[in-house]
């Protein structure tokens, strides 16, 4: 077996193990299991890639940071844990937004941009309007937080309609991911105390490495032709 499908299967077993026990709310199973989650996922995009982009691996490392900040489980985790998210977020928009140059925006494209982007903002601002009552630190770290993911949705969004591929469709999974993540974070946290919410965030963010990995590979992947193309 490649090492890079064993790196793989590896991740999922962390990961089904890591939901089974935030369903089961066991704290010493997820301790034995969720650390490992982001670092077998790191390592099968680096035995697939063979390299390190050093840009991309800033960005997995300040999630890792984010992800063994929650994992603590103390009060007022959120004041520590939304800084790492934010950075990683803001090096993935600058590195995904690199390639924006490169599109080509059709007219009838920009109905469906406008549209998606505008229901993006309402849940910003909803998500915004729940912390009205939170403390000026609180709030301006949501603030810095979901702006970075806002604009980083953009990137994804606008690449998606300019161009339907493979690693495209992978980042918009991982927004995807990580935005309902966050509703249901927050909706759990600070509003309704319903596990399912809990146990819903805590899949998605889990799963939305793969996607972000996945994103990555494909992209080196068509960038890898291109070169090839281009040298003949």
Known sequence: MRISKTALITYFIFTIIA????ILRNHSLLLVSKPFIVPTIYFYYFVTSKKVDVTFSTA??????GEAI???????EIYYMLFPF?????ILFVMSAKSLKRAKFKIENILVFIIV????LYLFWAIVDLFSDANVVLLLEILFYGTSLFLLSCVAI???????NSANLNLVLFIICLIISGIFYVIYNFKEKLIV?????FILQMISYYFLVNYKLFKENYLHKIDLSNSK
């Open 158 to 164: 606008f690449k998606l309609i300019t161009k339907m």
């Open 60 to 65: 997995i490392g300040f999630s890792f940071l």
């Open 19 to 22: 939901i089974i026990a935030n």
């Open 117 to 120: 982007i505008l229901f993006l």
């Open 197 to 201: 919410l809990d146990i819903i965030h």
């Open 70 to 76: 929650g994992i603590m489980n103390f009060s007022d």
């Open 86 to 90: 934010f950075v990683s977020n803001i």
